[in-house]
Every structure is written in structure tokens, then in C-alpha cells.
């Protein structure tokens, strides 16, 4: 589904990302991980066509792709209801395809149809909004950027079980996350960066008897 080889993003001279390659078959979930300023948000935004690769090389395999911010941004003054319907309005529904796509969304992500504007959502409201239009039209690929960050204990566990179930119907998932524990519970891969470069691939099966908090620490040590 995703095939990544030696991306390179270079800014004012200096590498901000550089040589990283990794695949991401039909159906995985796959986690970048790091530390702020790894490179992992530049990835992203590569593979989604919002920085310009320097070098390298990108193989996509679906045009349908949704994408989840992390700090999601909506109009205050519209509904979440409101929000889905001019979203899926826009990959071109017709009205009453988009209301359908918008009731559907809701439901599937625990936000109820009510009058409330979205400049009164909490955080986890917010973000649980954000998977929901990241999920319009049924995209093939999802590219998350730190899911369950700002949810409760409750909100994680059913983000969680969310995500699991996507990826169970043949989701490919692609997520940024700091939270360890909750991309243990996801993905099935993944890659550990550090300034830009990849110093270790984790496999949930190869990696087995190790925690990936443990293996995250020892390759953070190692790298310092």
C-alpha cells in the first residue's frame, strides 16, 4: 500500500529528514515514533504532498487517503454534524449522500448528533471530529497524527478499539504517536527516528518479550 525509499527533505541547508525508507503493506497499521523534532510530522507531510521531497522515492497505492491533524481546527460556529456534511459535500455527495456519510461518521465515532458548535467541543471531542472526516468517503489509507492524544482514559480505550477495528476491515494506518502503550495496542510495525534518520525498525513478532517503551529507551540511549 505504502512503499517509502531513502526520502530526504532538506530545509535552508540543513537535513531534516534523511534517507528513510519503509513499507506499509495493505492492511497494516504502522507507527512513526521519535521524539519532538525526529522528523516524523516532515514525513508526513511528504507523503501527503503538503512539503516537497528532496529526494527519494514515494509509492502509493490509493488515491484515497484520509488524514487526521493533530491539532485539528473547524469552524466554531458549525456543528460536528454540519463540519461532516460540508466535508463530504466537498469529495462531491450530494446532499443527502452527505448527510447519510455525516450520521454514519457520528455514530461510528461516538459523537452524538446534537446542537453543539464545535468551538464548545472538548479536546477529545475534537479529536474523535477529526477521525471522523479523516473517514469520509471511505479512504483506503489513513494517516493519523497523534489519535488519542488529549482523550480520557475512556476516549483512549474506545479510540483504540476504533482504530483496531479499522484496521481488522483492511485499513492501512499510518500513525504519529508519543504514546507508546496506546501504538503497542495498533500497530503491527514501525520505526524509531531520531534527527531525521532511522536508527531502529520495530515488529510487534520479532520484537517479542520486549516492551516498545524498553526498546524506545535503549535506542534513545544508545543514539545520545
Request: a positive charge; glycine letters at 10%.
Amino acid at each position: 500500500m505504502l512503499t517509502i525509499k531513502n526520502l530526504t527533505k532538506v530545509y535552508d541547508k540543513k537535513t531534516v529528514v534523511s534517507g528513510v525508507s519503509f513499507t506499509v503493506g495493505r492492511g497494516e497499521a504502522f507507527a512513526l515514533l521519535g521524539s519532538n523534532g525526529a522528523g516524523k510530522t516532515t514525513t508526513i507531510r511528504m507523503i501527503l504532498g503538503l512539503a516537497k521531497k528532496t529526494a527519494g522515492e514515494m509509492g502509493i497505492g490509493t488515491d484515497a487517503i484520509g488524514y487526521q491533524p493533530e491539532s485539528p481546527g473547524f469552524p466554531p460556529f458549525l456543528t460536528g454534524r454540519e463540519v461532516l456534511e460540508y466535508y463530504a459535500k466537498l469529495q462531491g455527495m450530494n446532499k443527502a449522500a452527505a448527510k447519510e456519510e455525516a450520521k454514519r461518521l457520528l455514530m461510528l465515532t461516538g459523537l452524538d448528533d446534537s446542537k453543539t458548535k464545535t468551538g464548545h467541543y472538548s479536546k477529545g471531542m475534537l479529536q474523535r471530529l477529526a477521525l471522523a472526516q479523516a473517514l469520509i468517503g471511505d479512504p483506503a489509507l489513513l494517516i493519523l497524527d497523534e489519535p488519542t492524544a488529549g482523550l480520557d482514559a475512556v476516549g483512549r480505550v474506545e479510540m483504540i478499539r476504533l482504530l483496531c477495528r479499522l484496521k481488522k476491515e483492511g485499513k492501512t494506518i499510518v500513525i504519529n504517536s508519543h504514546i507508546l502503550s496506546d501504538i503497542e495496542r495498533i500497530c503491527d510495525k514501525g520505526l524509531l527516528l531520531d534527527k531525521g534518520r532511522v536508527y531502529r525498525n520495530w515488529d510487534r513478532y520479532a520484537d517479542e518479550g520486549k516492551s516498545l517503551e524498553q526498546i524506545f529507551m535503549e535506542t534513545m540511549e544508545a543514539v545520545q
